[in-house]
């Protein structure tokens, strides 16, 4: 079994991914809470070179990516209001939630190191806060990252692959009139050991 992060054993890559998405997304109230549900279906195009172990190798393919959907419901601080009710709301202590799945339907070929699709399922559990205070706004975000195996690998080898923690902090000013100053931080960590 090979273990490993998402990068590919490559050397020498040129390659050049060009995608659109296609998205919809929908608000909903959930036992009195605000919530939404997305769902993001990319279309990629894909070209370029690379040695694979010293051997060289070149792919030129386009279609369809994994589909993402998610549902994120605000647990505390963001009730489901009306459009009056929204038009006077002011934040205070906001608590989410959400789930995101990525399922394996993407354009995928085994025979293939580099794909559009990953043939595996993943899943991003993800938990934020964020607090208004007058003008400024602090956001704290944890989520990790767990993925299926793929067991149809190039190769005929199976890819399997520890989680993916991260952690944002989003510090946002109010200038007013619809502009803003933003300062972000992402960390990602993964426990990985190689087998």
């Known amino acids: 079994m090979w273990r490993s992060t998402p990068r ?42 690379a040695l694979y172990q010293g051997v060289p190798g070149e792919r030129e393919v386009a279609g369809l990516g994994d589909p993402r959907l998610r549902l994120s ?21 906001i608590v989410g939630a959400s789930l995101q ?17 990953t043939n595996r399922w993943s899943f991003k559990p993800e938990l934020g806060i964020s607090k208004a205070i007058g003008a400024l706004t602090l956001e704290l975000a944890a989520a990790a990252y767990y993925y299926t195996d793929n067991d149809d690998f190039f190769g005929g080898s199976t890819l399997a692959q520890d989680p993916i923690y991260s952690a944002q902090v989003h510090l946002t000013y109010n200038l007013g009139s619809g502009n803003w100053l933003a300062v972000d931080a992402v960390y990602y960590n993964r426990w990985a050991q190689q087998h």
């Open 8 to 49: 590919l054993p490559l050397t020498d890559a040129d390659i050049q991914v060009h995608s659109t998405v296609f998205a919809y997304a929908h608000t909903l109230d959930i036992a009195g809470l605000s919530g939404k549900f997305d769902i993001v279906l990319p279309y990629v195009w894909l070209s370029g070179s």
């Open 73 to 93: 419901v605000n647990l505390y601080g963001a009730p489901a209001l009306s459009v009056q009710e929204f038009a006077s709301y002011r934040q205070d202590l």
């Open 101 to 117: 799945v990525t399922a394996p339907a993407g354009q995928y070929d085994p025979d293939k190191l580099v794909n559009i699709g």
